[in-house]
């Protein structure tokens, strides 16, 4: 099982996240951080059920990014691609890898994409960038069938995604 040290909120991309990149394809996509710098987006091992994109430092493994397969059926069921993991390495955080490796991959899928259940504070911190960014794009859904538009209103979520644990909040084409 790969090491990943998140209890004190570092991220390790350790060597043993290289199985899910022992094949490696580049593709069309390029992510540019903050400081203007460009990383080509690169695909790893793919099935039915996942597919892994990450970004490289030379062989570094420094972002990656998983999104599981739509599971209608599954334990947290959706009808969508969702987002299974997302990590950057302490090193390289707050330069927006995260956030805009989610773009690239979405703007690949064309088909909206779920939040994970189970939301860090990071992640909650990048959809917390992506719902003034998309303006009527992003909503809340439950299991059941139930949707609420999300914005921003007064500078704040609305509703706040997070009170509704059970819900997840889904990028719309």
Known sequence: ?????????????????????NSRTPTPLVVTDTTGRT?????GNAD?????????????LVARLTIQAPDPNGDCPTPYWSIG?????NSHQKRGLGRRLIEQVFGMLGAPLASDLNQTPEGA?????????HPGK??????????VPVAIVG????PDPWSFPEWRLVRLP
Not at 48 to 60: M, S, V
Not at 125 to 131: A, E, G, N
Not at 155 to 158: D, H, Q, Y
């Open 85 to 89: 993991k997302i990590e950057v390495v």
């Open 155 to 158: 500078g704040a979520c609305s």
């Open 39 to 43: 990383w080509p987006v690169i695909a």
């Open 48 to 60: 039915a059920d996942e597919r892994n994109f990450g970004l490289f430092d030379g062989d570094q």
């Open 138 to 147: 992003i909503e809340l859904h439950d299991g059941a069938g139930g949707i």
């Open 1 to 21: 099982m790969p090491s990943l040290g998140v209890s004190d909120r570092q991220t390790f991309l350790t060597h043993a996240q290289g199985f899910k990149f």
């Open 125 to 133: 911190s990048i959809w917390r960038h992506l719902i003034p960014l």
